[in-house]
């Protein structure tokens, strides 16, 4: 039944697809009643040129052997081709609807699967599902047709020798059932495999620093050799599983064609069948085992694909991000967070404990802390990359959820420390943010976040391809772009996430300066590393464990909270 569901969701994805899946069938019926014709030829051919001695037709036999193997030969290939074409395209609208489905989940659950399962899934497992539903759909329409079109001659010349060879069919089947059930099974395993190696991977070359610095070769490559063994464990057992159904079929084809020969030569002999007919229908019986071990296989495959499938059914039954159908807008007072406490999963300590906070709109806000006060956390809420679990959060009195989240998005820009770029040219990089963006309008944000001159600097300038995220630019560099980007876009609400950690003293007047332009007009997030930008806020947040210590003004929290000169001093000290 689960294989019945499986195959209904293909067909649902390749109805686009129908005018070059109906040409594939077409070709297959055509292949299939040119076998059976050949098979039903035998007799009359066989007869009346060799058993009633007519000699003189015998030279069009290879003519019209020639004929016949040059059909099948092409209707074979149209058909194989117009369903492999089905099947890559049928695969990448999966693909292309996995990526989509991944944009609209929740941060939370596409963080449960790891983001090595996630890449696995949207690329590997729909690549294993390809190449065996295009030899399946050609499989089962083709040889399918071929095996009812043979069964019928065979019938019709000697129903008594088909039903002695049917008889072994049942036999494959079961085989081939229970073989399918464990190909699906080890198909799952081995796709799990696969995503822990690319998670594996991604680990390894974004720790590879500390991996150097600590020697620790050998246990990383343990590590990786021991996910390799499991991948090639359930591997050897899918091999296994899949020429098993196939090593079946051609021992009961064996033991079918002893049958058929040893009762049929004991009819010959009494005279109760003649020669031709006999050949006809041994030949369309033996005919019959090879698309049966075709199909044997395929439907191994299918479960095989199945297991994979099952994997990419999980990511798509994820429930995607919600939002109201209110437009988000520009805040007129502010944001409001009200008994607020979030944790990022069920067994870890909250994250933020009973938070309330007005952030002012217009006005530039600095969050303190140590690490893992939970500064980064409080301000992942306001765009909905997270939901509390417990109290509210309000814009203007509205409460976020009841907000459209891509327009509530809209609304935001933000720079985080380790900013995200892709391997694009800069241009391409800086017009994500507004795609209808003039070149003088990017020229200016770049020269306001003091990115221009080194842009101008490169090979190609602005149409220089970064490496993968800007390897090829150093970390302030990266910074720089990402600010002409939020300046590019001018959102309402900017975040800066550590953003001037890496900035260069030189430019840091600058970017400032540039901020001091949106002050009064913008509302300013900033979570604070150095000690000018904590003093340039309007309001001053101090966040400890969670919660929040205390609020005030520079000289205000100064005076009042001991861990707040700590980190004055420790801002001093740069």
Request: glycine fraction near 6%; hydrophobic fraction near 45%; charge should be positive.
């Amino acid at each position: 039944m689960e294989l019945i569901y499986f195959l209904k969701d293909i067909l649902y994805y390749s109805k686009p697809f129908w005018k070059k899946f109906l040409l594939g069938t077409i070709f297959a019926i055509l292949f299939s009643f040119i076998t059976g014709f050949t098979t039903w030829a035998i007799k009359p051919v066989f007869n009346y040129v060799f058993i009633e001695k007519h000699y003189e037709y015998f030279k069009f036999i290879p003519l019209f052997l020639i004929l016949i193997f040059s059909s099948i030969g092409i209707f074979s290939l149209l058909q194989a081709y117009f369903m492999k074409s089905v099947s890559i395209e049928v695969i990448n609208l999966i693909r292309l609807n996995l990526f989509k489905k991944c944009l609209y989940i929740p941060i939370e659950k596409l963080s449960k699967h790891g983001t090595g399962q996630t890449v696995s899934r949207v690329i590997n497992d729909t690549a294993q599902i390809e190449p065996i539903l295009g030899e399946s759909l050609q499989t089962i329409i083709k040889e399918l047709l071929t095996v009812l079109t043979l069964i019928g001659v065979a019938f019709y010349r000697r129903w008594d020798l088909t039903l002695l060879a049917l008889s072994l069919i049942p036999i494959v089947i079961i085989f081939a059932k229970i073989l399918g059930m464990k190909t699906r099974r080890a198909r799952k395993f081995a796709q799990s495999s696969t995503g822990e190696l690319t998670h594996k991977m991604q680990e390894i070359i974004n720790g590879i620093k500390e991996i150097k610095i600590s020697s620790s070769y050998q246990k990383t490559i343990e590590l990786f050799s021991k996910e390799l063994s499991r991948f090639y464990k359930w591997s050897l057992k899918i091999t296994k599983y899949r020429e098993g159904s196939k090593s079946l079929v051609d021992i009961m084809t064996g033991v079918g064609g002893a049958l058929v020969i040893g009762y049929g030569g004991f009819l010959i002999i009494k005279g109760i069948i003649d020669p031709g007919a006999f050949l006809s229908a041994f030949t369309a019986i033996v005919l019959i085992f090879n698309p049966v071990r075709k199909l044997a296989r395929s439907y191994t495959g299918l479960k095989e694909a199945q297991g994979a499938w099952i994997r990419i059914q999980e990511v798509m039954n994820l429930p995607e991000e919600k939002g109201g159908t209110l437009k988000a807008f520009p805040p007129k007072y502010g944001f409001l967070i009200e008994n607020v406490s979030f944790k990022y999963a069920s067994h870890l300590p909250l994250a933020l404990k009973k938070i309330n906070l007005f952030i002012p709109a217009n006005k530039i806000i600095a969050l303190v802390g140590p690490s893992g006060a939970g500064k980064t956390t409080l301000v992942a809420l306001l765009p909905r990359f997270y939901d509390p679990q417990e109290g509210n959060i309000y814009l203007d009195g509205i409460p976020l959820k009841d907000f459209e989240i891509l327009s509530l998005r809209n609304i935001f820009g933000i720079v985080l420390q380790e900013p995200f770029l892709f391997n694009l040219s800069i241009w391409e990089n800086l017009i994500m943010a507004k795609p209808d963006a003039t070149e003088e309008e990017i020229i200016s944000a770049c020269k306001l976040a003091m990115a221009h001159e080194f842009i101008e600097k490169l090979p190609k300038g602005y149409d220089t391809v970064l490496g993968e995220e800007g390897l090829t630019l150093s970390g302030g560099q990266k910074q720089r772009l990402a600010l002409a980007r939020v300046f590019l876009k001018k959102p309402s609400i900017i975040i800066l996430d550590e953003a001037t950690s890496q900035v260069d003293s030189l430019t840091e007047s600058a970017i400032h300066s540039a901020l001091d332009k949106f002050k009064n007009f913008h509302t300013i997030i900033i979570i604070a590393h150095r000690l000018s930008t904590v003093k340039k806020a309007d309001k001053i947040v101090l966040l400890d464990q969670g919660q929040i210590i205390g609020e005030g003004t520079h000289q205000e929290l100064l005076s009042k909270y001991l861990l707040y000169k700590k980190l004055y001093q420790t801002f001093h000290k740069e």
